[in-house]
């Protein structure tokens, strides 16, 4: 029982023309023109292989196998259609594409499962237009509040709810997803430990936790001229300083431990001004959550001690935080046993960016499939993943679904 991988191949060239931009990207923002039509391809597909097809009040969108039991709680394989601004076309669409490919096969093979699989599409998984993030996902977790999620605004001050409403995609409370036996996120890696290894197959132990963590330096704003250098209270040259603490710090977290600093405003910011506030965040992630928080307490601590030595104020602000997400053990066996059917090499690895499978694995089992992304290039034009790695991603992955949803056949493994 295999997948036709050129059936996948087709709808990922139909559906990257959807948003498609001039150099080969997509721009697919959340409840866009570009999502509507987006949505509508998926759904058509959805149609033509008899799923029944139903949307939530978030907009997102189920297509549904029945199974021999409906009242079993189904499986649910999916993923996201919405992309960054100048974004890549592989990236949460392979994980929509690939389970529609392998409900195609158990049809042709006149094969019924004994438990329901769904296939998803969640609402605004980004985060780019509309704040938060994975906002699909999180409603249906519990872990964000539909009327906050509703009032949203972008940068226009349209809401989320009247976007939702006005590319018809406003659906039903009693439509939501609130059980399941499991779900399976299968996506690239975005990173480029697959590639680096020459590996086709990421079994994704869980996803890492974060802190993102403002820090503000004040000191003193003086002209360049006439203020020698020991007199000086330079919250930009003291936050040199903590960058490079701060990147030394993260390999002494772990082997996982990650610190990213991501943005620095500086003022008054004049090339003749000795820069007297300073703002810079950090992004702290690690799989074990004990960790993180003891790493943000000494973080700051070697901080403060900087800013004492370099004489300019300090204080912190947590802007998020995010516990790390462990995923089913029982899930990755079974990804462990279809790696070892076929012989294909794989790694065992965590995600270090954040996916549905975060606010899923609240609901039920969860896990993921990665595959790789070539140079660890993504949310870019340029990214891309090698149609033999993504084949074997979907052999993997019908492996895992025929077991799991207990589909009985002829076929042997």
Known sequence: MVVDINNVIKKLNLMAKVGGTLDGGISRLALSEADKQARDLLVSWM?????????????????????????????????HLDSLENSGIYDGILGILIPLEIIRVFKEKSLIPEKPIIVGNFTNEEGFRFKPLMSGSGVLSGDFDIESVYKERDS????????LEKIGYLGARENRLDKAEAFI???????????????????????????????????????SGPTPMYARQDTLTTAAK????????????????????????????NINAVPGLTKLTLDIR????????????????????????????ISFEIDWELNSTIFSSELN???????????????????????????MNNICPTT?????????????????????????????????????AKAESKVTF
Do not use: C
């Open 185 to 223: 996120e299968l996506h690239q890696e975005q990173g480029p430990i697959l590639d680096l290894k020459k590996t086709p197959i990421g079994v994704v132990e869980g996803i890492l936790g974060l802190t993102w963590l403002t820090v503000t330096l004040e000191g003193r704003t003086d002209n």
């Open 286 to 313: 690690e799989i074990n959550d004990e960790l993180r928080i003891d790493a943000v307490k000494e973080l700051k601590e070697k901080l403060r001690e900087i800013a004492v030595d370099s004489k300019v104020k």
């Open 242 to 269: 903590m960058i490079t603490f701060a990147e030394e710090f993260a390999s002494e977290i772990s082997e996982h431990g990650i610190i990213t600093v991501g943005q620095i405003i500086n003022e008054p910011n």
């Open 333 to 359: 066996e079974a990804v462990r046993n279809a790696v070892d059917y076929y012989e294909y090499p794989s790694k065992e690895m965590v995600s270090g960016a954040g996916h549905i499978s975060t606010y």
């Open 47 to 79: 149609k033509e292989l008899d799923l029944l097809v139903s949307i939530d009040d978030v907009g997102n969108i189920y297509g549904r196998m029945e199974g021999k039991n409906p009242d079993a709680n189904p499986l649910v394989l999916g993923s």
């Open 368 to 404: 993921m499939i990665f595959v790789p992304s070539i140079n660890g290039i993504s949310h870019s034009p340029a990214e891309k993943t090698e149609w033999e790695d993504i084949e074997k991603s979907a052999e993997v992955l019908i492996y895992v679904v025929k077991k799991i």
């Open 156 to 163: 226009d001050g349209k809401s989320f709810k009247e976007e």
